[in-house]
């Protein structure tokens, strides 16, 4: 329902709202331990709220024991690691490793699962996977026996590094391929290798939401960086390198998750010399190269790194083959050299067979056949998305390559409410604060035309639509900051 | 040579060893930073050298900017962060996360790799595994299209709980199991779970030389527990559970690697009480059980574990098909939701191909013939190995199972030299000393009798005996710490 400041029921619900988007940025590290909190008129004002609401809101986070008074100068965070992170009491672990918030989505199930950013499996040539296999027996019969090497079976890095030379401009030796069972492997294992606690980290707005938990279970602060269809404000980017000398920029610039934006190849060129200047590493995710509906887009950013500060993560399970999970990690040898100590921890190696198999498929005809099929397989469904939500009120820009729409709601539909509805008839999507580094992006959702075909797009499609016409309230959150969406 | 005291150069080469012997330990963190070093008076005491051989070292440390002097009381270690871990200069990462030693070893070429526990792929059912391949293909024809849930497949999960109830009687559920791509894995998710940086860790000693690897990478400080041929001294277990109150004790109590020791039941069901009265996670590391030459080993601690303190991690990729690397960890719920959590950040689950082959093989009629010839090939090897060792002047224990023998090398045969011999007369092994949390155990060495065959091993002993007889000397760190070594 609509909130109505006048009433005694509305601003319990207002104070309760203060309380937990409070709590959220406190636990999101936005102030650290023993750092003030902002002063009641301060919030009051900043959240359009009278500053009794926020005057509650902080004594129920001091009643939670989530903040203290310190000589009655003002509201400070009180520190929760004793408390929370390591209990000797009983055997409940409770981990500082936050989970991946996707994948939670992802496990729910439903008839329409919207949500999902994968490949139909019905869009992959599966009758003709049994031969490649046998093949790769008949080729190399103790291949089960056999484990790879931890950079990866040295036949396929020298492969991929043909192709890679050829296709993209990029020149390297296999030796500067590192071979991962997927890219979220090969995120956290960079995560991992160059991310300190309190470093900097920038990250797209929105971005590729696992990447968020990666970056932020390894204690980086976070920087979000807007990404418009132009691409990125360079200026800020620049200016965000200067002022707090980031550890790294994470970006997915081509068909960009969950926007599908496409960084032009103009900035891609600045962004590197920005990189080298800043002396910041630019973390280059691209699953999605190969899925355009109209014309390649530009070369990866490696290809115009001559100093070794972009380090490129190329997934190709999410068409090629998912059940594989096949990715490969190009650098160069002084960042290869601690990847892979991380990886020969990690596990001991991606198992050869997969490997093998991957290159047989990946470099036969019939992959760039079935590539050219699955492009208007895509687009067809897309499209077919887009008619349905036309007349909705929503707003979207038409990708032009990639899995997924980045959809901004009708102003009069409440995401939560919209969230519910939504479980309740069995379909799912994913709300844009997942995917956003700060968390708000109450307004935006993603919902994947990849996975369901043209008739169950159809189908949940209408039905979801029905779910707008509810009367739905608006966000309480995106009433008390009127402006923040208003930038995505 | 023989360190001859008298002679300057031996003076020489003996401060660059006492050298080399306090940096080591100042690596490994066992006096922390702005701690004090022992006194010169001390140490030349405990090593059995003179003075101004340890005044030379510590000279060498502060000019290398490894200590520093305070106000004429003594030595203390400097802080390395600075310089090593993080320098903003230049693209090159330093990372803090330290590779896997073993496998390093690994991947040295020589024509007889005694260090390679694995097993010889010549041992595996291989012209058949195309078989299991192509089963999978026609159950499962969208078995490459489709992800695995980051659990691991339930088919799997229902398959190997009813496994382990009936064959170990662990009483639990397919949600109390969670498929990873090889113990690797395993133990790092459960290192990146459970261990904060400062908390104890108990390792065996001599233990499987990664988990040092990734404890210490997590920031553990390790606290060695011996190892005997009948199990520990549980008193001495105690007594540090007690005291130092550790987070977990990680173990491999069946078919030990290196030593091949098995932990008596009576002992496991002490371990399990002591775990719960002091609030120590056991971590059960078991790859071997299948490889045993007499009888079957006993229970698992897991078995007589009734409040959650058994971690149990059961690979089977060592025996059943390396190239799959699939391994299993058994644990109660609290556990698992954060070990759920770790792997959704670490990949997108182990691939659904390789777990659906390891399902389809694992509990076919053929694996278990497979394994009844597998432990005899593997005895027979054992058998030949160690007659190719008598006359040698080493000893060791003979092992009922597993793929290792624990060698302690005659006193004339110095370790590095012996090290240096081999890989000119392309032989590997494992030194004791990558097996030992505290880096010592120079008189031991680890050989697998896995991996090559009975010839090869016949050629590759007898090749490998010859170094013996040459005339190498005691290694100058055991000759300073005449009574290290006897301990173990």
């Known amino acids: 329902m609509i909130y109505n400041r006048g009433t005694k029921e509305a601003s319990v619900l207002l104070f309760k709202q203060v309380y937990d988007y409070l709590l959220e940025r406190i636990q999101r590290g936005e102030w650290k331990e023993g750092e003030k909190l902002p002063s009641i008129r301060a919030l009051s004002a900043e959240l359009h709220v009278h500053r009794l609401t926020v005057f509650k809101a902080y004594q129920l986070l001091k009643k939670n024991s989530k903040v203290y008074v310190k000589d009655k100068q003002g509201y400070y965070v009180r520190s929760t690691v004793s408390e929370s992170v390591h209990p000797r009491q009983d055997p409940i672990i409770r981990g500082f490793v936050q989970g991946s918030s996707l994948s939670e989505i992802r496990d729910v199930k439903a008839d329409y699962t919207f949500s999902i950013a994968l490949l139909d499996p019905n869009l992959l040539p599966n009758h003709y996977f049994s031969e490649y296999v046998k093949k790769v027996f008949d080729l190399y019969p103790k291949v089960l026996g056999t484990y790879s090497t931890i950079q990866g079976d040295e036949e396929l890095r020298e492969a991929l590094s043909h192709y890679f030379t050829e296709k993209h401009r990029f020149y390297l030796s296999s030796d500067e391929l590192l071979v991962t069972s997927g890219s979220q492997e090969a995120i956290d294992l960079i995560a991992r290798v160059i991310v300190k606690p309190r470093d900097i980290v920038l990250l797209e707005r929105p971005t590729y939401s696992p990447a968020i938990d990666v970056f932020t279970r390894q204690g980086a602060r976070i920087l979000p960086v807007e990404i418009h269809r132009q691409g990125y404000d360079l200026e800020e980017v620049e200016r965000l390198m200067k002022q707090y000398k980031p550890r790294l920029f ?27 200047k800043y002396r910041c590493l630019l973390i280059e995710d691209d699953p999605y190269r190969d899925i355009y509906f109209d014309k390649e887009p530009p070369l990866p950013m490696f290809a115009y790194d001559t100093s070794g500060y972009v380090i490129y993560v190329r997934s190709f399970s999410k068409y090629v083959a998912p059940g594989l999970g096949i990715a490969v990690v190009a650098c160069r040898p002084a960042v290869m050299k601690e990847l892979l100590r991380a990886k020969s921890l990690s596990d001991s190696g991606t198992p050869l067979l997969n490997q093998k198999i991957f290159l047989r498929y990946f470099f036969s005809e ?32 038409s990708p032009s390559g990639g899995f997924n729409l980045w959809v901004r709601l009708p102003g009069h539909v409440h995401l939560e409410t919209l969230l519910e509805a939504s479980t309740a008839s069995s379909i799912t999507f994913v709300p844009g604060c997942i995917c956003d580094p700060l968390k708000e992006y109450r307004s935006w959702i993603r919902i994947s035309y990849s996975f369901l075909n043209e008739q169950q797009i159809r189908e949940g499609m209408s039905r979801f639509k029905g779910l707008f016409r509810q009367n739905v309230a608006a966000s309480a959150l995106a009433f008390m900051l009127p402006n923040r969406d208003n930038k995505a």
């Open 250 to 276: 994470y970006l997915n610039p081509t068909f960009h998750n969950p926007t599908g934006y496409t960084v032009p190849a103009e900035q891609r060129k600045k962004l590197v010399e920005l990189a080298q």
């Open 366 to 397: 019939r992959l760039q056949q079935h590539l050219a099929k699955l492009r208007i397989a895509l687009a067809v469904r897309k499209e077919i998305m887009e008619q349905e939500l036309t007349d909705t009120g929503c707003s979207w820009e």
